[in-house]
């Protein structure tokens, strides 16, 4: 069907709003048609249903591709205002992130996609916030007041598989003693969550595959077609392209599925995060534990900012977790898992550098640049903390006068207070420091 006229962008022929109304008029002559029998009707109404949810796809891709193109003509920004940029927008984040480039461009691309009900495929190492960024989508979407289904696809036994995604009638296997809903039904108007999609059998990805070609599922033990309307984002840690190569994924269900491809970069390549998730865990796990956050030492902190983290976001959770339950008020190194704590008689550099992968002959002089790096920014990030401190102490904890004073937004400032892990309210009851103007 030929819908916009080669050369001419933005001149339909046919314009998507024309196109629907007269397919909505099909749909209208086909439910009240008297010479078809009503099976007929049905038949032709999932067709034009089909059709519909087509051009609906289409719609949504083009505006979709056209911002993206008006965004890449824009004036650069710096990476600070990128993230300022997002969350003066209402994007709606549960949690912290910092001015990875490679993460700013994920977040953007999920902001435009979360409208649309197009596919969402989300890829990236073990830990690095998959689901996180799927509930972002969800949550940033039309269908936020709709259900959210988490399914993980790993977890399922292959004999399970369909009645666990599409549900089963009563009798239709051993132990099914009644009807019951599947992932997909449940997930009806809302959206659906398929985590570790790669670890899907070739048996579910054909069902699946059906499923995001005719909206339709049907229950085990049952020919009755089941109309869903459902949005689907998944994810994986592998490289899905390469086992579609292998013959282990099917190629067609690999481009259904990536119609928005969102990559996430390792907590490695997000070091100026690492603080941020410090604070908001800590006040996590302090909530969960029903106790003040915990404090770190300086030797424990400069090696929790230099460790590799192979386990990504989800390590560096479990870690502070951890130290909030084993510790009291203070954390040190020897709260740490056994097999990442360092040796107790080096020294804070030693430790870190001990928590670094081993650098080659001929990457020394790489890992020395890396390390001059990192004490330039050790040594900024502690000025800045030396200088929030001073002020809120002299303001007596007070954010909104110490913004006033630095002349500064009071969520950037916020912000900066979570990622030194400085808590206003400790500053509240300690009297000005003599010296200080008193105001």
């Given at each position: 069907m030929k819908i916009l006229t080669p050369g001419l962008r933005g001149s339909p022929v046919i314009s998507y709003a024309g196109l629907l109304e007269k397919i909505e008029i099909l749909r209208s002559t086909l439910r009240w048609a008297p010479t078809l029998a009503r099976p007929e009707i049905e038949k032709l109404l999932r067709q034009a249903n089909a059709v519909r949810d087509e051009v609906m796809q289409l719609s949504h891709k083009e505006r979709f591709v056209e911002a993206a193109a008006a965004e890449s003509v824009r004036v650069e920004r710096t990476p600070g205002a990128r993230r300022r940029a997002l969350l003066e927008r209402s994007f709606v984040f549960e949690g912290a992130f910092g001015d990875n480039p490679q993460l700013l461009e994920a977040l953007e691309i999920a902001e435009k996609a979360a409208p649309t009900d197009l596919p969402v495929l989300i890829d990236g190492e073990s830990g690095t916030g998959k689901e996180l960024m799927a509930k972002v989508i969800h949550a940033n979407g039309s269908r936020s007041d709709k259900p959210y289904i988490s399914v993980n696809c790993g977890a399922i036994p292959d004999n399970l598989l369909e009645s666990e995604l599409f549900g089963h009638r009563?009798?239709?296997?051993?132990?099914?003693?009644?009807?019951?809903?599947?992932?997909?039904?449940?997930?009806?108007?809302?959206?659906?969550?398929l985590d570790e999609i790669g670890e899907l059998p070739l048996s579910g990805q054909v069902k699946l595959l059906r499923v995001l070609e005719s909206h339709e599922i049907q229950r085990v033990g049952s020919d009755e077609p089941i109309a869903v309307d459902t949005r689907i984002v998944a994810a994986t840690n592998r490289n899905l392209r390469r086992l579609s190569e292998e013959g282990r994924f099917r190629e067609d269900l690999f481009y259904r599925l990536g119609v928005i491809h969102v990559t996430l970069p390792p907590l490695r390549e997000r070091r100026d995060e690492i603080p941020l998730l410090f604070a908001f865990f800590g006040d996590e796990a302090a909530a969960a534990l029903k106790r003040r956050p915990?404090?770190?030492?300086?030797?424990?902190?400069?090696?929790?900012?230099?460790?590799?983290?192979p386990g990504n976001i989800r390590e560096l959770r479990n870690i502070i977790y951890r130290i909030s339950c084993l510790a009291g008020e203070t954390a040190d190194l020897q709260h740490l898992p056994a097999d990442i704590r360092p040796d107790a008689t080096q020294s804070a550099p030693a430790n870190a550098a001990a928590a670094l992968p081993a650098a080659s002959d001929a990457s020394a002089a790489t890992a020395a640049s890396i390390s001059l790096s990192d004490a330039k920014r050790a040594a900024s990030d502690e000025a800045e903390r030396l200088f929030l401190e001073r002020g809120l102490q002299q303001v007596g904890g007070t954010v909104a006068e110490l913004a006033r004073r630095c002349d500064m937004n009071r969520s950037h400032l916020q912000t900066l207070l979570k990622k030194h892990g400085i808590r206003s309210k400790d500053f509240r009851h300690r009297p000005p420091s003599r010296g200080d103007d008193g105001r």
């Amino acid at each position: 069907m030929k819908i916009l006229t080669p050369g001419l962008r933005g001149s339909p022929v046919i314009s998507y709003a024309g196109l629907l109304e007269k397919i909505e008029i099909l749909r209208s002559t086909l439910r009240w048609a008297p010479t078809l029998a009503r099976p007929e009707i049905e038949k032709l109404l999932r067709q034009a249903n089909a059709v519909r949810d087509e051009v609906m796809q289409l719609s949504h891709k083009e505006r979709f591709v056209e911002a993206a193109a008006a965004e890449s003509v824009r004036v650069e920004r710096t990476p600070g205002a990128r993230r300022r940029a997002l969350l003066e927008r209402s994007f709606v984040f549960e949690g912290a992130f910092g001015d990875n480039p490679q993460l700013l461009e994920a977040l953007e691309i999920a902001e435009k996609a979360a409208p649309t009900d197009l596919p969402v495929l989300i890829d990236g190492e073990s830990g690095t916030g998959k689901e996180l960024m799927a509930k972002v989508i969800h949550a940033n979407g039309s269908r936020s007041d709709k259900p959210y289904i988490s399914v993980n696809c790993g977890a399922i036994p292959d004999n399970l598989l369909e009645s666990e995604l599409f549900g089963h009638r009563k009798g239709a296997f051993t132990g099914a003693v009644s009807d019951r809903k599947g992932k997909f039904e449940s997930a009806h108007t809302g959206t659906i969550f398929l985590d570790e999609i790669g670890e899907l059998p070739l048996s579910g990805q054909v069902k699946l595959l059906r499923v995001l070609e005719s909206h339709e599922i049907q229950r085990v033990g049952s020919d009755e077609p089941i109309a869903v309307d459902t949005r689907i984002v998944a994810a994986t840690n592998r490289n899905l392209r390469r086992l579609s190569e292998e013959g282990r994924f099917r190629e067609d269900l690999f481009y259904r599925l990536g119609v928005i491809h969102v990559t996430l970069p390792p907590l490695r390549e997000r070091r100026d995060e690492i603080p941020l998730l410090f604070a908001f865990f800590g006040d996590e796990a302090a909530a969960a534990l029903k106790r003040r956050p915990v404090r770190m030492t300086p030797r424990l902190r400069e090696f929790l900012l230099r460790y590799p983290y192979p386990g990504n976001i989800r390590e560096l959770r479990n870690i502070i977790y951890r130290i909030s339950c084993l510790a009291g008020e203070t954390a040190d190194l020897q709260h740490l898992p056994a097999d990442i704590r360092p040796d107790a008689t080096q020294s804070a550099p030693a430790n870190a550098a001990a928590a670094l992968p081993a650098a080659s002959d001929a990457s020394a002089a790489t890992a020395a640049s890396i390390s001059l790096s990192d004490a330039k920014r050790a040594a900024s990030d502690e000025a800045e903390r030396l200088f929030l401190e001073r002020g809120l102490q002299q303001v007596g904890g007070t954010v909104a006068e110490l913004a006033r004073r630095c002349d500064m937004n009071r969520s950037h400032l916020q912000t900066l207070l979570k990622k030194h892990g400085i808590r206003s309210k400790d500053f509240r009851h300690r009297p000005p420091s003599r010296g200080d103007d008193g105001r």
